[in-house]
């Protein structure tokens, strides 16, 4: 059995982008889908709490660490599958991506694009492993991963069983998914359904378009897709850097919030006494009548501004979604300036912001 079980004294900052968080009590590196579900039942059985530890990437830890076993993916399975279909629309064959949950998640995108396998192409860059995207339904410049998610298979610690989830049984919506706050199942593999061809999906991302210098709806090398994206993701502080600063982060710290039609004009009428009524409120309306508003742009206009504040805890200086540890940050500096910069978009705006990353012994 491939797992290693060690002491208390592993900090969780070690193994958090932030670099924040306390020690585990116990902590089990697993390298197979067998060791994770054998891990994650054995401290069942024993009553002990479980954190299940990916990259890293999306978690905000307490500073007294967490009080029971870490159970730490590693696994690295990763295999291809043609699926004997095509997508109807382009006539692609569809080609299936089986990961298991401990794969990184960038290098797995650049190798379906070198593959000639479109899906995952403008999720490039994103830190982490493929366990924590279904449970966030990662997403970035107009693609998520509800849109490419075949199945997911899943140790039901309530059952004690494991389980094949289908695309429509994950309960995807906007950064959501029924595995978000619910720690019921541990992701094990994710499969995805890519297309086979030269072209990455359309662009619907309208940076993106502009970066590349072609409409929304088009479609374009596969890694031209993949080249833009890393490139305003590194210009935004959102590719990671152990020599910059504003990296050290957990990305976008809030999500877009989504408001209705009357909240938004609510939200215009706010920004024109604020701001003037010439300036404009970023809105993209959905199929339902609501709108995605710019957490960003909310945060900035409620005056935080890029590098907002003084001590070890800050907002990035490339981008104001990202709360950065600076260097000698605490989890208690991070969370009191998430505080400060909610209670302030509300202040300006009515509009109270969601944290996106996962809270490990701690809230907002």
Request: charged share 25%; hydrophobic share 40%; with cysteine.
């Amino acid at each position: 059995m491939s797992a290693h079980t060690e002491p208390s004294a592993v900090r969780l900052a070690d193994h958090t982008t932030l670099g924040l968080g306390g020690p585990a009590r116990s902590y089990r590196r697993v390298e197979s889908t067998d060791d994770l579900v054998a891990a994650v039942s054995a401290a069942d059985a024993a009553g002990e709490p479980v954190l299940v530890l990916g990259g890293g990437s999306n978690l905000v830890v307490a500073d007294t660490g967490f009080p029971g076993t870490v159970v730490h993916v590693a696994s690295q399975g990763v295999s291809l599958e043609e699926d004997g279909t095509t997508d109807p629309a382009t006539g692609e064959p569809v080609v299936l991506l089986r990961a298991e949950a401990g794969v990184e998640w960038d290098p797995l995108v650049e190798r379906v694009v070198a593959e000639g396998l479109n899906g995952l192409e403008f999720l490039s860059g994103i830190p982490g492993r493929v366990g924590s995207t279904p449970i966030q339904n990662v997403g970035a410049y107009g693609q998520d991963v509800s849109q490419t998610v075949r199945e997911v298979l899943v140790y039901d610690r309530r059952e004690g069983v494991r389980r094949v989830l289908s695309a429509a049984e994950c309960g995807f919506t906007y950064r959501d998914s029924v595995f978000k706050g619910d720690d019921r199942y541990v992701v094990c593999e994710v499969v995805f359904a890519l297309h086979r061809g030269k072209l990455s999906r359309p662009v619907a991302y309208a940076e993106v378009a502009r970066t590349l210098g072609v409409e929304a709806g088009e479609r374009v090398p596969m890694e031209s897709a993949r080249e833009t994206v890393l490139g305003l993701r590194r210009g935004k502080g959102m590719v990671l850097d152990p020599a910059d600063p504003d990296t050290r982060s957990a990305g976008s710290f809030f999500t877009n919030p989504v408001v209705t039609a009357e909240e938004f004009a609510a939200v215009r009428e706010r920004a024109a006494e604020r701001l003037g009524p010439d300036v404009p409120v970023p809105g993209h309306p959905d199929a339902d009548g609501r709108v995605k508003l710019s957490a960003a742009w909310l945060i900035d206009r409620a005056g935080f501004g890029k590098g907002y504040g003084s001590g070890p805890a800050r907002l990035s200086g490339k981008h104001t979604l990202a709360l950065t540890n600076r260097g000698g940050a605490t989890t208690a500096d991070l969370l009191d300036l998430a505080r400060e910069v909610r209670a302030g978009v509300e202040a300006a705006f009515g509009v109270r912001l969601v944290n996106e990353p996962v809270m490990v012994g701690v809230s907002l």
